[in-house]
T-cell receptor
């Protein structure tokens, strides 16, 4: 299994508070992604990174920011959490040299009350 | 946006029946990849197959088979002799010059 760790695994927070989710990989893969999964929507891309300090927006990036200061870490921040951001968040990694296949972390269940 | 459409939201079959999950994609890319992922009740996402756009050969892996037809932009997934352990949500996805785009998934329930 690909070495991807998401933390925390579960979090409950209140509306308006900042939240940071962490994704850590040990595979030295170049690309990292944050997806959210919601019923009826499948998985939707929030942000992705194609290298240290190189990031880009995905389909549902409003209300989220990311940072990647090291190859192995990709942080997702909700500056001011809203109830619509209650979701399961998945981190994924890939590398063109590894055939474009995405390897996923175990997910983070975030509840914003 | 270049969509991936899984028209079947939920399918229920009796064990040992064959079942086909449909996937239709849109793309403007000449080169692209198609994927299927499985999400069992435990929640993790499990890679099943990757197919590149230049390879239209159908593939079989045990009870699983995939039919890729470029002419109809479809990449369908068949499970033969379904088992209860096949119960999961299955996602089709496409990657071209943009990151992986997923369909909304098909929930398969296999009843004993």
């Amino acid at each position: 299994d690909a070495g991807i760790t998401q933390s925390p695994r579960h979090k409950v927070t209140e509306t308006g508070t900042p939240v940071t989710l962490r994704c850590h990989q040990t595979e030295n893969h170049r690309y990292m992604y944050w997806y959210r999964q919601d019923p009826g929507h499948g998985l939707r891309l929030i942000h992705y990174s194609y290298g240290v300090k190189d990031t880009d927006k995905g389909e549902v990036s409003d209300g989220y920011s990311v940072s990647r200061s090291k190859t192995e870490d990709f942080l997702l921040t909700l500056e001011s959490a809203t109830s619509s951001q209650t979701s399961v968040y998945f981190c994924a990694i890939s590398d063109p040299l590894a055939g474009e296949k995405l390897f996923f972390g175990s997910g983070t269940q975030l509840s914003v009350l | 946006a270049q969509k991936v459409t899984q028209a079947q939201t939920e399918i229920s079959v009796v064990e040992k029946e064959d079942v086909t999950l449909d996937c239709v994609y849109e793309t403007r890319d000449t080169t692209y990849y198609l994927f299927w992922y499985k999400q069992p009740p435990s929640g993790e996402l499990v890679f099943l197959i990757r197919r590149n756009s230049f390879d239209e050969q159908n593939e079989i892996s045990g009870r699983y088979s995939w039919n890729f037809q470029k002419s109809t932009s479809s990449f369908n997934f068949t499970i033969t002799a379904s088992q209860v352990v096949d119960s999961a949500v299955y996602f089709c996805a496409r990657k071209g010059n943009t990151p992986l785009v997923f369909g909304k998934g098909t929930r398969l329930s296999v009843i004993a």
